[in-house]
Structures are given as structure tokens and as C-alpha cells.
């Protein structure tokens, strides 16, 4: 599964090949309800489980698909399992982020001669569907890469999974393909981790945003952009920095209790539609000002939207050299203030929004003097 189409192809110094994001794997609470949120609200198929019913005693997964985009939500049953010690500690979060890789053997074996700390040696598994190698190392926090090698594979997700259908009739809402995941680290260590990219897995660093770009009166927070060289993997990497509140950064780093993923972009291609559903399914989004919409017409220019439509679905809008982009962020999808979705479409345009991180700071800063955490 490939995420995002490039114009630019530049494989050249990539560590080994990524074809994409094959799957995105959260510990939740409650998988089964969060399987229901995802049906519902999101418009995810459930296609695959796996747990007691399928031999699989301690964890329960299901396995939700629109598009491109794969989640796996991962409960367990018993309170010593790593599972629930994760959840204890994290509350629902992404615990890996797994890579479509061609040969998971070789990505395992340069990335940890390369650096990387090693989770899980390759393993084979296999069923009647075929066979799939994958093997994890760490990242960031608890976080894992798991590349998985799946060429000799048709089953609906991995050995071990049974086929699943969604038991209701689920209205999917346009969602493509994963645009890009964001990982928030501890103060002074984003640099570490570009380099983690950069020198085990071959990525280049694509932009750098410092803390003059992205800053309120209150909070600001530095971030830089690492991706693979067919463009289909974009892993930003933020840190805090220093101002006069505490930053959304630090906040999640709070709640979270460590580093961890921030929030996963999904693509549409045609977010009014998409938001408008998500809105009616009852998904709470960060709140801008009317006020913004004032100067969008002279900093974007012409776009293919009504502005009316925007604004009334409040979604954000940026232009940069090659096109636009349309963007809006959910509100944290968990009672701590952690993991959070954003919706966009690029017209054009591959960067991340620079012209609204202000707007949306400031957004999410008015959510913190709620929470009482600003
Ligand atoms: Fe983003």
C-alpha cells in the first residue's frame, strides 16, 4: 500500500526500499468500541480479527480498512500483559507504525547495523492464505517500526487473522491514504531523532520549522520533516520550545508519559464532503476563528472551493510554490489530550501549512486553558 503519490523519485539513498504505510497499530482500552468508533464515525470496514475466538488467548485485534489506510486496535485481557502495562501508562496510543517493506530480513538487518535497537529478529508466519516476514525495531518512546514483507501473502491481513466484515453497513467518507504520521519528542532530542532517520533508515531531512515559525504569544515548538526517498513515508518530528506557557508539546508529553505519535494526516480528495460527514458522525474538531477566513482570499488566492464552505466547515487553507492545500484537526480522540487526526487535501501542494500554524496554535492553546494545562 503506497501512501502518497510523488512527482519526486529519489530512491537513491535510502537504506532499503519502503513501499508505503502497511499498518498503523494502537493499544487501546477497549478495541472492540474502538472498533465501533472507527466503523461509525470514520467510515472504516472492519476487514480481519484476531483473539480468543481465534485461538489467540491473551489480546484481542481488529483490523479496520478504508482505502489505503490500515489501523489495528489491540486490546488485551489480562492486567500483567505488555499490552495493558503500555495502555496503563500511555492511555490509547499508536505503539507502531509498520513499513511495506520487500524484504523485511534486509530492512531488519541494515537498520540495526546501522543503529537502529532491534525489538523483533525476523519471523516467518505463515497459513493457507501464504506467508509474511516481519520484524520490528524501536523508535522514538514505546514506539516500534514493524517492517512487513507480504508478496507471498493474500489474506486479509496477516497468519493468524481471520477475515472479518463490518456487521453494520459502514459509509466510508472518502479517506485515502496515510499523508504523513507525527511524533512529538522530549525537549532537546528532535535532533537525535532526525539523525535516526537520516542515518539508519536513509531518509533526508525535507523542511525544518524553528520556533519563529511556529510560535504564539504563549508556546512555541520546533519541528523537522524526515521522508523516505519516493516521498511515500513524511515523519515530522517535533519538539517544545521554550515560551512563556507550557507548549502542546509538553502537554502531550505529560499525558502521554513519554515520546509518542501526535497525530496521524489522512488524505481526501475532497475534504467538504469528508468533514461534513465526520462532523454529522459527531467527530469534534479544533475551532478558528471566523476572523481567518478575512485574509484568506489574498494569501491563497484562487482556489477550486467555495470560501463559504470553508469557513462554515471551519477548514483551513495555505498555498505554497507548487499548490494548495485544505486542512482541519480533530480534537484529541481519547480523554488525554494526545492522539489527534488531521484531514487534508493537496492541491498541489507538498508542504505541511505553514500559513496556519498560527491559527491553530492558537486553537489549541484555547483547548488548553480548558483542560487547565496552558
Ligand atoms: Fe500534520
Known sequence: ???????????????????????????????????????????????????????????????????KIRFVLTSAMHPDHEVSRHILQHGDGVKVLALWVDDATEAFNKAVERGAKPCKAPVTMEDSYGQVTVASIHTYGETLHTFVERSQYDGPFLPGFQARKSLMKTQPIGLKYVD????????????????????????????????????TDYTALMSKVVSNGNGYIKFP??????????????????????????????????????????????????????????????????????????????????????????QIFTKPVQDRPTVFYEIIQREGARSFGKGNFKALFEAIEREQELRGTL
Open 1 to 67: 500500500m503506497d501512501t502518497l503519490t510523488s512527482n519526486k523519485t529519489n530512491t537513491q539513498q535510502d537504506t532499503f526500499p519502503i513501499n508505503g504505510t502497511d499498518h498503523i497499530e494502537f493499544y487501546v482500552g477497549n478495541a472492540k468500541q474502538a472498533a465501533h468508533y472507527y466503523q461509525t464515525a470514520f467510515g472504516f470496514e472492519l476487514v480481519a480479527y484476531r483473539g480468543p475466538e481465534t485461538g489467540t488467548r491473551d489480546t484481542a485485534s481488529y483490523v479496520l480498512q478504508q482505502g
Open 237 to 326: 518530528i517535533n519538539e517544545p520550545a521554550a515560551g512563556k506557557k507550557k507548549s502542546q508539546i509538553e502537554e502531550y508529553l505529560d499525558y502521554y508519559h513519554g515520546a509518542g505519535v501526535q497525530h496521524i494526516a489522512v488524505a481526501t480528495d475532497d475534504i467538504i464532503f469528508t468533514v461534513d460527514e465526520l462532523r454529522r458522525r459527531g467527530v469534534e474538531f479544533l475551532y478558528v476563528p471566523e476572523t481567518y477566513y478575512d485574509s484568506v482570499p489574498e494569501r491563497v488566492g484562487e482556489i477550486k472551493e467555495e470560501l463559504d464552505e470553508l469557513k462554515r466547515l471551519n477548514i483551513l487553507v495555505d498555498r505554497d510554490e507548487e499548490g494548495y492545500l485544505l
Open 180 to 215: 504523513h504520521c507525527v511524533g512529538n519528542v522530549e525537549l532537546g532530542r528532535m535532533n537525535e531523532w532526525v539523525k535516526f532517520y537520516q542515518d539508519v533508515m536513509g531518509f533526508k531531512l525535507l523542511v525544518t520549522f524553528d520556533d519563529k515559525d511556529i510560535s
